[in-house]
């Protein structure tokens, strides 16, 4: 069930509260472009700057909206494995179909905390956990040797590679013989060259605003049309870059604004895009025909 183009869910906010009407309008959308699955309150959902109680309501409204229509993967991670189980706890509740958890950053440790920080969370949750690896967030790298051990737990399902390292998938599958663990790009760039590497899919910013296109290019992937798939990635590019260009999800929320799906609000200490920005991003999506 996951798979594809999986969307790293936008918290739309109004006024500086979480805005929950906008939030199941977004929802529906994804299910109606047909992105395959949806991560809310994760880095894109400014789950840094949520309150505990938003964190868990954006998840509730996110499950019940989706109504198991595609998969629900809740971003439940922390640098302190005592919350990541309290998250946990509330994604199996409201009836998350897995759970998306970091690696522990800030207090930085070793591979073999690594290795305990994950194996506490798996020891007192019973929802699947894919790893999340994002050393230029995270400062902390989660080494192949490592995954593989995880791998072994049985609810370690997948791992969420946002590296950028296209050599990484190559070289854990040497080390994972389980046919069943799932390889995702963190990366929208790196998501058709991942997905030779045996991916099958990515969790994508992007998708955000092109959610049909992402879709698309994820089934091209999937379906081995790969020529398809890099002249789609080809005019997706200039969009993917966009998203990055000032901090995100900024860029993403003043893209949703263009579609009035919600305000482009975003929380301190993310900033409002420059004037230049916004235009270029005008320009990229009314060549994609998404405005």
Not at 114 to 122: C, N, R, T
Request: glycine share 8%; proline share 5%; aromatic share 6%.
């Amino acid at each position: 069930m996951i798979h594809g183009s999986i969307v790293a869910l936008i918290t739309p906010f109004k006024n500086g509260k979480l805005d929950e009407d906008a939030l199941r309008k977004i929802v529906e959308w994804h299910v109606e472009q047909g992105t395959h699955g949806i991560v809310p309150v994760g880095t894109t959902g400014e789950c840094p700057t949520l309150t505990h109680d938003e964190h868990c309501k954006v998840i509730k409204i996110t499950v019940e909206q989706a109504k198991g229509r595609v998969a629900v993967i809740a971003g439940a991670g922390s640098n302190n494995p005592v919350e990541a189980i309290e998250y946990s706890k509330v994604a199996e509740e409201y009836g998350a179909d897995a759970t998306l958890h970091v690696a522990g950053y800030y207090n930085r440790p070793n591979q073999e905390g690594l290795y305990k920080h994950f194996e506490m969370i798996h020891s007192n949750t019973n929802i699947p956990i894919i790893l999340y690896n994002i050393p230029g967030r995270a400062v902390v790298n989660i080494l192949p040797e490592t995954v593989a051990r995880l791998a072994e737990l049985p609810r370690v399902i997948g791992i969420k590679d946002a590296t950028g390292d296209l050599s990484r998938p190559w070289t854990e599958r040497q080390l994972i013989k389980r046919k069943d663990f799932v390889w995702l790009s963190g990366e929208d760039a790196t998501a058709v060259s991942y997905n030779v590497s045996g991916g099958t899919g990515c969790i994508s910013v992007t998708a955000n605003v092109a959610p049909k296109l992402v879709s698309q290019l994820q089934e091209l992937t999937l379906a081995g049309k790969w020529e398809e798939a890099r002249e789609l990635q080809d005019r997706l590019i200039p969009l993917h870059k966009l998203m990055f260009k000032e901090p995100s999800p900024a860029g993403a929320k003043y893209a949703a604004s263009l579609l009035g799906l919600c305000t482009e609000e975003c929380r301190c200490p993310i900033m409002p895009l420059s004037s230049a920005t916004k235009q270029q991003i005008e320009k990229v999506m009314a060549d994609l025909s998404l405005i």
